[in-house]
DNA sequence: AGGATACCTGAATGAGTATTCAACACTGGT
DNA sequence: ACCAGTGTTGAATACTCATTCAGGTATCCT
């Protein structure tokens, strides 16, 4: 039989007579429209159940059922999915920041807000969190959420060392601290700086055993939350003494690195950049980092693009929350 | 009277937060697009099935989900001859709408749901459709259809202005977004209300290049999809601010007016009716209207029955979208 | 405050549905 | 006639999903 192109014939569909598509839209009416159920269905007709189902498949096939979603206004799930799609995320929350100019303010709230939810939703229970500090987008976050009555985590793990100042040290205690008590969890604190200021006083600070002993249970976190760095300069940064000198970002800005997750900086293409810094970082591993089941990168706002961009070819993420501008400018990325 | 309740949910808001809608959504999507099964679902969002479960159910609720089942074309082919050859039609699409009491809810999504079906078959590239708004019988249409994967239209134009509150407006403009993103094709839209609130400002608005532009492309549409306005009272037109004034309506039944297409009234025999009204709509002018190669109407329920059948009288259409009810009517009519 | 109500949750479970499977019926070819 | 091949059927069953239930929390009302 040649098989027709055009298919623009008159009468039943697919190769189906009227008379089965009169059966059909019977069975797909009774079963949608009037609720009955199969069995039912089956009795009034007097055929078997099975048959009914299988009436009903061939109806959804052949377009006489259709279902559809209909996304409301204000969600973005379309979008969502397209950067799970291209990127290879479990998941993507877009916030929707509205009509929000440059000033990052507003979309900042609405991150941390989105990233609050997302939490509330999806920790259970059992999970030991490691957490990146002194990122504004994290502390956003964290003052989104709501205290939960009863224990949804058992750890809250400070993944890295405080940065800069001893005022600025105290900053990320106090976000893991937050989030612990939110959560109910039990807070671990690394009292230390995130960065050494030599590869030799690394060395002797890992000997200490408040030290070696918090770090010692970042294999076995099941859930990261991450802020991303940016090597462009960043107010917090700047004013919480200068974290990194600039001298290393630039440095690091020579070897092509674009971004950081817990001070472990990556290319534009997400690839590991390997620097002298790497010798001095107090913190979780790259290799321990990326293993962690669950990474949820939180991060928006154009300043920051390029690396989120960065983080999601490389696959630094599992999850990702962010803006609705950074996520319209995702989607039409080429994939990774 | 009218039996019907909030049909203005385009906010789709009934008391839940956007974050929760996006949850909504998002599973709905994964369950009735990807085909997923809830514990996966389940586990992916890490949420437990019970509640993937009961999201579903909720998103049924609120109309996110919509399940409709259509009457295959050719189950009505007598009827819908009958009418092509009556009133000269190039094709008639009779949708059926099983028992359904004047509550016609169930009228609207079957209706809907056959358009859409034709729309989809019909379609197949390099259409430039114009699109007539806030008609809830378009909205059906435009819920029931499915995204398909490739562009199946140029272009899809406003061809009226919004209507009433601004809240309406949106309601207009998103009809014309949604359709353009299910087809592929670049949305136009026309920002300006329906209706000028005299002949004057009519003429200001139109000397605006964002209006005018758009308003030039309505002599190169390929295809119009029309809502029919009755000049009874209908739900829709009532709740969103009163689109025409009644003292308007007075004027025009006076003058024999029964229905129109995009503002433009005619009477029982499909002669056009002109009034001062004329001056002061912001749309597609009538003449341009009637050249359009195929004008799609779609519109159902006995409310509308006169409008319909004047509007077919008047040769105002090509192509008809109806409910088997109105058909039934249409078809032992005398000849036009 | 206290207490009652309404609500939300996940584990367990029962309801409802899809699929398997073996039997059978129909083709068309030898 | 006979027999692959193909398709259809209903009984049994494996599967998926919706609901119950118990335990808990917010909120309101006295």
Same mark, same amino acid.
């Given at each position: 039989?040649?098989?027709?192109?055009?298919?623009?014939?008159?009468?039943?569909?697919?190769?189906?007579?009227?008379?089965?598509?009169?059966?059909?839209?019977?069975?797909?009416?009774?079963?949608?429209?009037?609720?009955?159920?199969?069995?039912?269905?089956?009795?009034?007709?007097?055929?078997?159940?099975?048959?009914?189902?299988?009436?009903?498949?061939?109806?959804?096939?052949?377009?006489?059922?259709?279902?559809?979603?209909?996304?409301?206004?204000?969600?973005?799930?379309?979008?969502?999915?397209?950067?799970?799609?291209?990127?290879?995320?479990?998941?993507?929350?877009?916030?929707?920041?509205?009509?929000?100019?440059?000033?990052?303010?507003?979309?900042?709230?609405?991150?941390?807000?989105?990233?609050?939810?997302?939490?509330?939703?999806?920790?259970?229970?059992?999970?030991?969190? /490691?957490?990146? @500090?002194?990122? $504004?987008?994290?502390? +956003? *976050?964290?003052? =989104?959420? #709501?205290?939960?009555?009863?224990?949804? %985590?058992?750890?809250?793990?400070?993944?890295?060392? /405080?940065?800069? @100042?001893?005022? $600025?040290?105290?900053? +990320? *205690?106090?976000? =893991?601290? #937050?989030?612990?008590?939110?959560?109910? %969890?039990?807070?671990?604190?690394?009292?230390?700086? /995130?960065?050494?200021?030599?590869?030799?006083?690394?060395?002797?600070?890992?000997?200490?055993?408040?030290?070696?002993?918090?770090?010692?249970?970042?294999?076995?976190?099941?859930?990261?939350?991450?802020?991303?760095?940016?090597?462009?300069?960043?107010?917090?940064?700047?004013?919480?003494?200068?974290?990194?000198?600039?001298?290393?970002?630039?440095?690091?800005?020579?070897?092509?690195?674009?971004?950081?997750?817990?001070?472990?900086?990556?290319?534009?293409?997400?690839?590991?950049?390997?620097?002298?810094?790497?010798?001095?970082?107090?913190?979780?591993?790259?290799?321990?980092?990326?293993?962690?089941?669950?990474?949820?990168?939180?991060?928006?706002?154009?300043?920051?693009?390029?690396?989120?961009?960065?983080?999601?070819?490389?696959?630094?993420?599992?999850?990702?929350?962010?803006?609705?501008?950074?996520?319209?400018?995702?989607?039409?990325?080429?994939?990774?």
């Amino acid at each position: 039989m040649p098989s027709e192109r055009g298919d623009l014939r008159e009468p039943a569909i697919g190769g189906v007579s009227t008379s089965q598509l009169r059966l059909l839209t019977k069975v797909a009416r009774m079963y949608h429209e009037h609720g009955m159920r199969q069995p039912q269905i089956a009795e009034q007709l007097h055929i078997s159940q099975p048959r009914v189902s299988r009436l009903l498949k061939q109806a959804t096939a052949l377009g006489i059922v259709r279902t559809t979603v209909i996304t409301p206004a204000g969600v973005h799930a379309e979008l969502e999915e397209e950067i799970e799609r291209r990127f290879g995320l479990r998941d993507v929350v877009v916030a929707d920041t509205g009509h929000s100019s440059p000033g990052e303010q507003s979309a900042l709230k609405a991150i941390g807000a989105a990233a609050a939810v997302y939490l509330e939703t999806t920790l259970t229970g059992g999970d030991r969190i /490691g957490i990146s @500090s002194w990122s $504004s987008t994290l502390l +956003a *976050t964290v003052d =989104a959420m #709501r205290p939960r009555p009863n224990p949804v %985590a058992d750890q809250v793990v400070q993944v890295i060392g /405080g940065v800069g @100042s001893s005022t $600025s040290q105290i900053y +990320a *205690t106090r976000l =893991a601290d #937050r989030l612990a008590i939110l959560t109910g %969890a039990k807070a671990i604190f690394l009292p230390a700086p /995130g960065l050494a200021t030599s590869s030799a006083a690394r060395e002797v600070l890992v000997t200490d055993p408040h030290i070696s002993d918090v770090m010692a249970t970042y294999g076995s976190l099941t859930m990261l939350l991450a802020g991303l760095g940016s090597l462009e300069p960043s107010p917090l940064l700047m004013e919480s003494g200068n974290a990194i000198a600039d001298t290393d970002q630039d440095a690091l800005r020579k070897l092509g690195a674009v971004g950081d997750i817990c001070l472990r900086f990556f290319d534009e293409h997400g690839e590991v950049v390997k620097s002298a810094l790497d010798e001095r970082v107090l913190g979780i591993d790259t290799d321990t980092l990326r293993s962690i089941p669950r990474v949820v990168g939180i991060a928006g706002g154009t300043r920051k693009y390029t690396a989120i961009r960065a983080a999601l070819r490389g696959g630094w993420l599992d999850v990702l929350v962010t803006d609705l501008d950074v996520a319209r400018c995702l989607a039409v990325e080429p994939a990774p």
